[in-house]
């Protein structure tokens, strides 16, 4: 992210400071986005599109700051010596002029790039590492919002005090970026959006699957993808098949496809096959896993339960995304629907720009991405994007770009022990003290 600016800074004039995060992210592409999406920029204006894309960008990153504070420590806007400030009715119409299909089309653009560049790392004998669950986002309480994502219900009849948005979305392991993502009502269902992003998935990956897109239609229909397009899930316990080799400890099983399955996809095979095996966790527990990888002894059950373990890194994720990232903020800020949307691709871009200089980081230190903090990254980004002004001798870049990276492998994460106890929900603190009141005789 701050190095895709470095060959970039010396041909444009004046470019602002954000844009010195822009290393893994070029110019070109953002001006391919808005020209395949029709909305580049043809008046001259105080935030053209290019702008806004960046200002989306960098208001995921600075959620705590508002809008005005954004452009101005960032230098965002165009000088206009008669106007010093741009309005906030000026910035709401600039991003309403953008939409959010630009935002989609950079994240997708650039997902694709840098996963590419780490591929080759990582992986499991030769297969990607890829992870694939949902999750949800509060949204700024509005009626634009509330009417069209919708929210949680309860059985009391109670509605959830946000509005809320239901997410897909599929992570590269080794380095956590996010390569897919779906998003929309919270009344649609997780596995509508799985099975959508199925195509996205790409050849010579497991995907660790959670045990919620248990379905034909996910499993049977990734594995009618080919191209060595593998996964692993929990099987549920109320799965059914008809073992065909082996026995249930590690063995190869078929199953039915159900008639509503096939009705609704009719591409999808009568019966299909998978391999089921018992995997002890750390814990002590036995957990029973499907998976495409057939070949028992080529692929050790013990080593494929070692790499679901790994599926608790697309949870740190969400986390960083929704808790870092957002900080003390309790929802999204965008009220209009289009403008959540963008808000929402212009969060994955910045998480991606983020795990992408920490990816380039663990190269250089030689170790593991996971073992760099992303709080330490997320800050000491912030801090330097703020310091870097637009005056700033361009020959210093390489070197601000040195201390960015030198910081993020100064504190690596310190690899702490396994869990003795399992994790229970603990009793709720009662919210007034009780008064004891003491008999007298």
């Known amino acids: 992210m701050l190095s895709d600016a470095l060959p970039l800074s010396t041909c444009l004039p004046q470019p602002p400071a954000f844009e010195r995060l822009a290393q893994h992210l070029p110019w070109e592409w953002i001006e391919a986005a808005l020209a395949y999406t029709g909305k580049a920029s043809i008046r001259r204006r105080r935030l053209p599109a290019e702008q806004v894309v960046w200002l989306v960008i960098a208001l995921a990153l600075y959620r705590h700051h508002s809008v005005q504070q954004v452009l101005s420590d960032l230098d965002l806007s165009l000088p206009d010596l008669s106007l010093p400030l741009v309005s906030d009715s000026a910035v709401t119409q600039a991003r309403s002029r953008l939409g959010a299909e630009p935002l989609k089309w950079v994240f997708e653009k650039c997902a694709a790039a840098w996963a590419e560049q780490h591929r080759a790392h990582g992986t499991y004998r030769g297969l990607q590492l890829l992870a694939m669950d949902g999750t949800t986002l509060r949204l700024a309480d509005s009626p634009a919002n ?22 897909v979305t599929l992570c590269a392991l080794e380095t956590q970026l996010v390569l897919a993502a779906r998003f929309g009502p919270y009344a649609t269902a997780e596995m509508t959006f799985a099975k959508e992003m199925l195509p996205e998935i790409p050849q010579h990956s497991l995907t660790i699957i959670d045990a919620g897109y248990y379905s034909a239609a996910v499993l049977a229909g990734l594995q009618q993808m080919g191209g060595e397009r593998h996964f692993l899930i929990p099987a549920k316990t109320n799965s059914r098949w008809r073992l065909l080799e082996g026995d249930e400890d590690d063995g190869l099983v078929e199953m039915t496809v159900s008639p509503q399955a096939r009705a609704a996809n009719p591409a999808l095979p009568a019966t299909w096959q998978a391999r089921v095996f018992r995997y002890v966790l750390p814990n002590g527990r036995t957990k029973v896993f499907l998976t495409s990888l057939l070949d028992r002894r080529a692929v050790p059950a013990r080593e494929l339960g070692e790499c679901y ?25 965008s009220h209009s629907v289009e403008g959540t949307e963008q808000e929402v691709w212009g969060a994955l871009i910045a998480y991606n720009l983020i795990r992408q200089e920490m990816a380039l980081a663990a190269r250089e230190a030689r170790c593991e991405p996971t073992d760099i903090s992303f709080v330490l990254a997320f800050q000491t980004i912030q801090n330097e994007l703020l310091w870097a002004t637009p005056n700033m ?25 396994g869990r003795k106890f399992d994790r229970v929900v603990k009793a709720k603190p009662q919210r007034y003290p009780q008064r004891r009141v003491r008999k007298t005789t």
């Open 146 to 167: 509330r009417l069209h994502f919708g929210a949680q219900g309860y059985v009391e009849g109670a509605v959830s005090s946000y509005p809320q948005l239901r997410a």
């Open 309 to 333: 373990a790994l599926r608790w890194r697309i949870e740190t994720s969400y986390r960083e995304l929704k808790q870092t990232m957002l900080g003390m903020e309790m929802s999204l800020r």
């Open 393 to 417: 001798a361009q020959g210093r870049i390489p070197e601000m770009l040195q201390r960015i990276r030198g910081r993020l492998v100064q504190l690596l994460k310190v690899q702490r022990p």
